[in-house]
């Protein structure tokens, strides 16, 4: 096994444990329902680093511990497949998405290649979730509206459920953007200059 692959292997093993860890310590930031995932960050970096194959390991990471840990119990109980799909395609979207985003742009500006990247991770993440809740519950987010005083479900789905979570998890990763890139830019340049001592 060449140097490469046990970089790679040991980056997204290390980049595993960040996103348990700041999904641990992050799960007690809530607004509304759901907590604030901060967890998207390592895994743009592994994308970004490793591939969209890393990434969708790093965001199904992330899934299993939205499932392990009750976060998605309020949909467990409406309906348990249909909330492990969502939850789980929604975590490797928001890896796979951002890793071929930047592996698209990252000749062409790296720095946009990155930025691109991390605005797509929140996207992708709340985008597979709104998908789910079209398809598996919406009676039910029909009836949390009508409590909630919302005479329209999609209003209420934008607005009391995943609105305002979502603008944070966008907001953080752009300002987060340029320390990601010092990340990506410190480790790629390493990277190369491995390859050429050892060619």
Request: hydrophobic share 55%.
């Amino acid at each position: 096994m060449n140097s490469e692959k046990i970089h790679k292997m040991v980056g997204t093993a290390v980049l595993t444990a960040v996103v348990v860890v700041v999904y641990l310590l992050t799960m007690g930031l809530m607004i509304g329902p759901f907590n604030i995932t901060f967890a998207l960050i390592p895994i743009v970096v592994g994308a970004a680093l490793y591939g969209w194959q890393a990434g969708g390991w790093l965001g199904l990471v992330f899934g299993a511990m939205v499932l392990f840990t009750g976060g998605a119990n309020a949909f467990l109980v409406i309906n348990t497949p249909g909330t492990i799909l969502t939850v789980l395609a929604k975590g490797a979207a928001a890896g796979v998405i951002p890793g071929l985003i930047y592996t698209a742009l990252e000749k062409k500006s790296r720095w946009a290649a990155t930025v691109c990247a991390a605005v797509a991770a929140p996207i992708a993440n709340t985008g597979i979730f709104l998908l789910g809740c079209l398809a598996f519950f919406m009676d039910t987010l029909a009836e949390w509206a009508a409590g909630f005083g919302f005479e329209n479900v999609t209003v209420y789905i934008f607005t009391g459920l995943v609105g305002v979570n979502f603008l944070v998890e966008l907001g953080t990763n752009l300002l987060l953007s340029s320390i990601i890139v010092r990340i990506i830019d410190t480790v790629k340049n390493k990277l190369s200059v491995n390859r050429s001592q050892g060619a």
